[in-house]
């Protein structure tokens, strides 16, 4: 089955680094764009970063633009979003999710064009 492990997040403080790995299995990782999403409490999942099945397109939210740096590794089965710079805004979960086609799109902002998550990881910038 399509599954989707996400792993890396933690607590940093302000101007720090993270670097989040999503692990895919059960499909084949070079067929697909995959998203990162954000979710902070009481709001919907926010598109961070999308990166097509050849690395172009890529997105990225204007607040984290050359800030955040997303990569793929389809040999891997692997995603990578490497986050410098973090600040308090970035505080969420953290999701990678499956987009539905292989190149990303404008909609890539919206939980909706997802058809699979993986479970989160939290990540928390504070000092």
């Known amino acids: 089955q399509v599954q989707l492990v996400e792993s890396g997040g933690g607590l940093v403080q302000p101007g720090g680094s993270l670097r989040l790995s999503c692990a895919a299995s059960?499909?084949?990782?070079?067929?697909?764009?995959i998203g990162w999403l954000r979710q902070v409490p009481g709001k919907e999942r926010e598109g961070v970063s999308c990166?097509?099945?050849?690395?172009?397109?890529?997105y990225y939210k204007d607040s984290v633009q050359g800030r955040f740096t997303i990569s793929r590794d389809n040999g891997k089965q692997m995603v990578y979003l490497q986050m410098n710079n973090l600040k308090p805004a970035d505080t969420a979960v953290y999701f990678c999710?499956?987009?539905?086609?292989?190149?990303?799109?404008?909609?890539?902002?919206?939980?909706?064009?997802?058809?699979?998550w993986g479970q989160g990881t939290q990540v928390t910038v504070s000092s």
């Open positions: 990166i097509s099945v050849n690395d172009d397109p890529i």
């Open positions: 059960g499909f084949s990782l070079g067929a697909y764009a």
């Open positions: 999710a499956r987009f539905m086609l292989p190149d990303c799109s404008g909609s890539y902002y919206s939980h909706l064009a997802y058809d699979f």
